[in-house]
């Protein structure tokens, strides 16, 4: 038995030793063909070629990255990219700031109405979120709707209902463009969804105007705004200290008011934030439980079959 042993240890030594023998004489062969390819002036010449060429080609696409002033296109083409700011509704566990959606609206209504429509939220949209009914039912009814036909086939005016959406300030598009120097005021019901940067790039927007740089010039009845794509916008600034007074006596700064109206118009874009993390919330637990139980159940159906050792007797042979 021991003799058997021995053999099987020798023969195993042997085994381990012949692919380590192996190995080292084909990474000495491997190693002198890697040297001779780098040092050989063939390879050289065929990389500075690949290298030259690449960076041709590149920059013939985009320009010349070493020399950024000859790029095909500037950051400015792109706007500048709006920083990253701490929503309070930025976190999975976080929810919007109902607080600032009521001052939001405020701001919105007082300002951001005259010019912008906002098609997509009606009165009743207000209600638990930044408002109450009654006081949503008052803010709609301070509205004239037109509606009809009545029974002699007129069209009358009434006052707004819950149901109704937002009023536009425009009757059409046209009229929007006339009012605005020929640039379009657009919808903002999806603005944050629909600009890259989202609520970040809205805030960035509102707070951003500056002078415009020096040798930079904007045409008249535009204005100067770095986040813009292409730096000149036709939207002036609308927001300035002390613009609107909030009823909860928040101060109205410039900053504020842009913070409150841009959480506005996040939660105008995507109204089921709040209840989307809470679903999401109570499907993770779930699932993980399922997870947990369907282990469990797996271990305990596969415990028979894992821990069952197989015997082959072989019969006893008679010589
Ligand atoms: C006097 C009219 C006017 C007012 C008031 C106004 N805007 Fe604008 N807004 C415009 C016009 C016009 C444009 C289109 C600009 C362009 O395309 O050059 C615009 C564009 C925008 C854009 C889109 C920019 C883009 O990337 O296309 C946003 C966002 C915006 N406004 C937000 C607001 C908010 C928020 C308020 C209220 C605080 C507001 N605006 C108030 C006229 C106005």
Redesign the pocket.
Known sequence: MSGRFQLFRQSLRQAQQAPSLARNASTAASQSAFTRATTSTRTAVALSLLSGGTFAWYSSLYGNPLLPEVKAESAADH?LHAPEYPWAHKGPFETFDHAAIRRGYQ??RE??????SLDRVAWRNLVGVSHGVSEAKTMAEEVEYQDGPDAEGQMFQRPGKLSDYFPRPYDNEEA?RA???G????D?SL?TK??HGGAD??YA??TGYVDPPPGVEIREG?NYNPY??GG?????R??YDGLVEFEDGTPATTSQ??KD??TF?AWASEPELDQRKKMGMQASIILTGLLAMSIWVKKFKWAGIKSRKLVYNPPSVKH
């Not at 300002?111 to 912008?116: L, P």
């Not at 640039?183 to 657009?186: R, S």
């Open positions: 706007g701001v919105y300002v951001c109405s005259t010019c912008h929007a009012g605005n120097a640039a379009l005021p657009p903002l603005i629909a600009r790039y809205v927007l509102l535009l813009f794509p000149a916008i036709g939207m002036a609308v927001l008011m842009a109206v841009t118009l």
